[in-house]
């Protein structure tokens, strides 16, 4: 097992992320992060009783920014914040976000601009390391400010206040506390403000979002590939050729995975003086679409590491001395290119839907038959028709899902947050927009295995046989109809684990 994940605020990529997760590595804080953690708190102390207004520090916030609290109330005043912004509702956030909330929070703390105390960062460390997750709830985020109602439920644990999912149970954070040993917090001058001012809930969600959408774009060129030789589809539009006269990196990519998937193949040289000249888009155009994708996908992750490295709080402390404010709070970054990715994945599922309602159709080459709707005995049965309906029913949801949340603005604060990035929808929606093309492509694949037994015995590429053969160990050729939910509920289980393409790249070498 890899040793733990160090986190420094400087050099966190999404590539470790990747890695650390899947092995679930326990987190800590580099030296040098803990040394500016400890010199931005020191210089917090000493403005403790400072007779001027240091906004977050010795004032009130938001349109109360002017009011001067005493220090007598300082740790009052961080409570207060943490208690009246802990305002979320809606779903509670998946486990695996919360822990990147987490995770992030740490990351962006080990900035060493916030002015927290380092225990207060070990406390965040521990809930990671033992599974300790706080509730946290989907909506109440401006994502501007920075996500405070859902951070300061992020952060209640600290207080022993909430409640935690420990290891798979719910429980109240007081009690989860006490069993970790560890002290209820008393939070001190700008650690309130500290924890709660940050982009973290649409970074997590950003980055759980990116790791699912990089194996997706890949795995939709796989269900591409598979559909292409069940419908008896040309190679021609994928010769490196035509892609070399637009050299855009994401279109070179994407027809070169499906290239390497059709290596071997004895449908296409079956067809190839076929009358056919030209097939639809849905299938001559992938290299195109896929690879627009693959661009927005290269773009979204530049724009996510820069936010998962960043201090995103407000007022800053600089090594100086100097404590300014600012407004890297304000999720705008974050926001347009979340409601970019799920326009782009939701053009994954809309073109392969496409592609399912192409295999429907059926088609004679030859003397070999592929039936209409999939099924031979259609009229008695319906065949694969109503797993289509289902796919065009969530690309129709992605096109909602799919309009930007980031050209609205709410006013807040009496004015003062006059213009928000609605960043957090973006962030949410998105999450559901991988989850319909996930089982768009699920639908896909479930279609074109069964479009590729009516081939037989002729085989597809060693990359596609390599996945049909995984699918069909768990969905059986249809002969009539049956419970196609059971099949579809099998086959999104193996795009969400990754099997497919990991049979397809064992048969056919690395995609890109």
Known sequence: MPGPLTLSGQNLTLTHLRTALAAGVPLRLSGDARRRIKASRAIVDRLH???????????????????????????????????????????????????????????????????????????????????????????????????????????????????MIHRGRRRPARAVLRQLGLPVLKLQSKEGLGLINGTQFMSAYAVHCLLRIEHLARTADLAAATTLEAARGSATPFDARIHAARPHAGQRDAAANVRALLRGSEILPSHAHCAKVQDPYSLRCVPQVHGAVRLAIAHVREVVETEINSATDNPLVCENGDVISGGNFHGEPLAFVLDYLAIATAELASISERRIYMLLHGDTIGDVKVPKLLMKDTGLNSGFMIPQYTAAALVSENKVFAHPASVDSIPSSLGQEDHVSMGSISATKLLEVVKNTETVLAIEFMCAAQGLEFLRPLKAGRGVEAAFAEVRKGIPFAQADRLFHDDVATALALVRSEKLLTAAEKAAGKLC
């Open 49 to 163: 009783d400072d007779p001027t207004p240091h906004y977050g520090i010795n004032t009130g916030f938001g349109i109360l920014a002017h009011q001067r609290v005493p220090a007598s109330d300082i740790e009052q005043l961080q409570e207060n914040l943490i208690l009246s912004h802990a305002v979320g509702v809606g779903d509670e956030v998946p486990a695996a976000i919360v822990r990147l909330m987490l995770l992030l929070k740490v990351n962006g703390l080990a900035v060493g601009m916030s002015g927290v105390r380092p225990v207060v960062v070990d406390h965040l460390i521990r809930f990671y390391n033992e599974d300790a997750l706080p509730v946290v709830y989907t909506k109440g985020s401006l994502g501007a400010s920075g996500d405070l109602a859902p951070l300061a439920h992020l952060v209640l644990p600290l207080l022993g206040l909430g409640e």
